[in-house]
DNA sequence: CTGTTAGCGCCTTCAT
DNA sequence: ATGAAGGCGCTAACAG
């Protein structure tokens, strides 16, 4: 009845290209997969011919039932909106190319209902292996899939889900920001984190700003998430007195937007009244006020790293989980000239 | 040799659930589609046992491999790291999400040989619509495509291909920014946008820029293009003599982020010197200066429509092909307050 | 209602 | 070096 559905059944097969060519589907399939060295010249040069002429291409689906390779890698993307996740996405994605493989991502908009309707779709199209960048609620799940394929975490950790991570070195990155800080002059400081929702990479950077402030007796710092009162937490951050000059330490992209804002609406001279550091290096930070001082995380490496990963336990690694962390780059913008001006 | 391609052989098949249920893997079968309804009682609560039990799961690859239909979409975009590319996506996805289908993504980062590729891909891996944002080069592979399924295109033409079509209504768009530029007391104006690469949407607003100028004699109006020139043309303009007050239109996002960053370099103070009006609205337009005005695009319901339009081609409607214009919405910041400041 | 029988397009022994 | 035959997991007639 529909045009297309009879279309899709004309496409031209294996068995075509062998009548085309005179030689039999075997010879074909040796043509298309890795053992042409088997084949005469002249039957090579006569399937070549074939499919040129046909505009013939293997079918993928039924290469994939058959061998049980579809070469096709799953990325679980918790926020498809997030410039992290697109750059990480972009970097994973020009990996799987550069081997031959393809990507298939699905976005699961923080919500768990879809991050479970996807595991099964990617389960389905059988995937050789998954990078996740989840909370990763269905443990089940995801355990299931970890027996039955390779699995890397990208950025944040999985609960009680042992696997390889690739990410960034938080402590140290949260290290580089406190000591551009204090270098700086700042001496108050608060950092806006996105909810904590068990995010690991969060919980690390809050962590590790609540104990470099103890180890550092000239400073002193809070922790406010991001939430419906987080313009009176800031302003009352400001208003208050404290030990000297003000910073905001934002954990994340989101946080950078989200502070950014608060501090406008609060009628702020970006940034003469308060010092901005944020985590995290997007297009538009050199663009607001001063300039915000940017921790840069290498997306691109990441993706690529966390591809890779992958690629090693197909080819049969079964060592001992890894982690790899990262180290991030200061960029260092007018958000954090000092309290000296 | 990989402890996974052993895993993956070992996954529990429709034969597994059939035995276990004591039926015919036709019954199964029929479980799993569309044919519950014939049934029994039994036999359906059997299966539905055997199945959980088993964790079973059906193998698209093979459904598709016999159906012809793998519930798959395609999508070729241009450049994934262009925030209204990545909006257009999530609206797709989500539409694709509810109606059961999924989307692979394909970023052909500018490079005709990736589109290339991509298309290749997404052919082998039989998807059965494609919803494309590219210059569309190639229009041979397209145009076998299209012979095989059907294809939308959003936000740009491609030339000679003729399909449905999803974008915004460009010559209404720059006409509210022309009158919203004029009423606000701006006369001098500089259009800025990416390079002429043969995108349609690009050309459609600059076409409609140059006659709204030649149409309202209070106006004058030039355009420039992004290039290492960019900076020495703006500064130009901002120097030379004019009709009036100054005012600058970015044709997209890009152009948005390139001419803000020109701005800054010159030291201006953003925006008391010149105006600016942009199409798109990033998240970060409001933060910049006194912010920036903005001609948003619908791009949820855009990517939506587009799905749909997929949708309906699927579903056997052979009519004439179709362009959908959605509409901008103005939305009002600092950057046009007007020349009377 | 249910089972049997053929394939979908391709790969892979096993012969030749 | 090449071909024939069987099967990957599933669906779609056809019988019963």
């Known amino acids: 009845m529909n045009s297309f559905s009879a279309a899709q059944r004309s496409r031209v097969t294996m068995l075509d290209v062998a009548e085309r060519a005179g030689v039999s589907k075997a010879s074909v399939s040796r043509f298309i997969g890795e053992d042409r060295a088997l084949l005469s010249e002249a039957i090579a040069r006569r399937i070549e011919q074939a499919i040129s002429e046909l505009g013939y291409r293997p079918n993928q689906m039924a290469r994939g039932l058959k061998r049980g390779r579809t070469r096709l890698i799953g990325m679980l993307v918790a926020d498809i909106r997030n410039p992290y996740s697109i750059a990480v996405m972009h970097g994973v994605e020009t990996a799987c190319r550069r081997h031959g493989y393809s990507l298939v991502v699905c976005n699961t908009d923080r919500d768990d209902e879809q991050e479970r309707q996807h595991l099964a779709l990617l389960r389905a199209y059988n995937i050789e292996g998954l990078i996740v960048n989840t909370l990763g609620h269905h443990r089940d799940e995801l355990l299931d899939l970890r027996s039955e394929m390779p699995l890397v975490l990208v950025d944040r950790k999985v609960d009680r889900l042992e696997s ?13 920001a406190l000591d551009h800080l204090e270098q700086r002059g700042y001496r108050d400081l608060l950092m806006v984190t996105e909810p904590f929702d068990g995010t690991s990479s969060r919980i690390e950077r809050v962590d590790s700003f609540k104990s470099g402030i103890e180890q550092r007796p000239a400073l002193a710092g809070a ?3 991001i939430d419906n009162q987080l313009t009176a937490r800031i302003q009352a951050f400001l208003a208050q007195p404290g030990p000297g000059p003000k910073a905001l330490f ?35 930070y050199p663009l607001v006020g001063s300039g915000i001082t940017a921790l840069a995380q ?10 890779e990963c992958l690629l090693q336990r197909l080819r049969g690694d079964n060592g001992p989980v890894r982690t790899v962390d990262f180290a991030a780059q200061l960029i260092e913008r007018g958000s954090t000239l000092g309290a000296s001006r």
């Not at 390889?164 to 580089?176: C, M, R, S, T, Y």
């Not at 989200?258 to 550091?277: K, N, W, Y």
Request: hydrophobic share 50%; proline share 3%.
């Open 164 to 176: 390889d991570l690739v990410g960034l070195d938080n402590p140290a990155a949260v290290k580089i």
């Open 223 to 225: 922790v406010v998430e």
């Open 250 to 284: 934002c954990a994340n992209g989101i946080a950078a937007l989200a502070t950014t804002q608060v501090l406008r609406e609060s009628g702020c001279h970006l940034f003469d009244d308060v010092g901005l550091i944020a985590l995290d290096d997007l297009d538009w």
């Open 298 to 307: 290498p997306t691109a490496e990441i993706g690529a790293r966390a591809f």
